[in-house]
T-cell receptor, first 114, second 110 residues
Framework: DTGVSQDPRHKITKRGQNVTFRCDPISEHNRLYWYRQTLGQGPEFLTYFQNEAQLEKSRLLSDRFSAERPKGSFSTLEIQRTEQGDSAMYLC????????????FGPGTRLTVT | RKEVEQDPGPFNVPEGATVAFNCTYSNSASQSFFWYRQDCRKEPKLLMSVYSSGNEDGRFTAQLNRASQYISLLIRDSKLSDSATYLCVVTDSTGNQFYFGTGTSLTVIP
């Protein structure tokens, strides 16, 4: 257990529905990342926060995806109007920042869109 | 061109064998390098950072060749518990964005 938690662990939803995932990073970490991983692939970067500021967002990220980290602690990732292609594992990772770049991952939320 | 390329394997090796994985990256300005391990249906976990001078952690040795833009991981005296997918990770020039390879699958056979 790395200390990063994610909720829910599994989510099954119908196409067109909205879903929201939560990530609680390690408390002293100021950087938080969201990734998506599909079978046979490595994690794909979605977005990154430094404290409450969203500093980078993947060019591949659809406008249906939005993320927040309102108080610089937990973060949420929302997917609107889900599509079957959104089915994946959504991973959150936190990092101390500064010159320490190692990331610590949560257990992930597995999304299945039917 | 992908930022990070890895041979997906699979590598099937007997216990006690030595196995090496390589990974190439496209951005010569990449700042930091890591190897992560991912067990089936689990999250990736940091195995080791990779430093310019090379570094060792027990049976694991990581090397970085900036001129040729590749990273390697050597596992000596393989154990059954080493069976996993090994992910090569490279950051961008700022160290803020991480790029993961597709992973190399290792199975250590009794």
């Amino acid at each position: 257990d790395t200390g990063v938690s994610q909720d829910p662990r599994h989510k099954i939803t119908k196409r067109g529905q909205n879903v929201t995932f939560r990530c609680d990073p390690i408390s002293e970490h100021n950087r938080l990342y969201w990734y998506r991983q599909t079978l046979g692939q490595g994690p794909e970067f979605l977005t990154y926060f430094q404290n409450e500021a969203q500093l980078e967002k993947s060019r591949l990220l659809s406008d249906r995806f939005s993320a927040e980290r309102p108080k610089g602690s937990f973060s949420t990732l929302e997917i609107q109007r889900t599509e079957q292609g959104d089915s994946a594992m959504y991973l959150c990772a936190s990092s101390p920042g500064g010159h320490l770049y190692e990331q610590y991952f949560g257990p992930g939320t597995r999304l299945t869109v039917t | 061109r992908k930022e990070v390329e890895q041979d997906p394997g699979p590598f099937n090796v007997p216990e006690g064998a030595t196995v090496a994985f390589n990974c190439t990256y496209s951005n010569s300005a990449s700042q930091s390098f890591f190897w992560y391990r991912q067990d089936c249906r689990k999250e990736p976990k940091l195995l080791m950072s990779v430093y310019s001078s090379g570094n060792e952690d027990g049976r694991f040795t990581a090397q970085l060749n900036r001129a040729s833009q590749y990273i390697s991981l050597l596992i000596r005296d393989s154990k059954l518990s080493d069976s996993a997918t090994y992910l090569c990770v490279v950051t961008d020039s700022t160290g803020n964005q991480f790029y993961f390879g597709t992973g190399t699958s290792l199975t250590v056979i009794p």
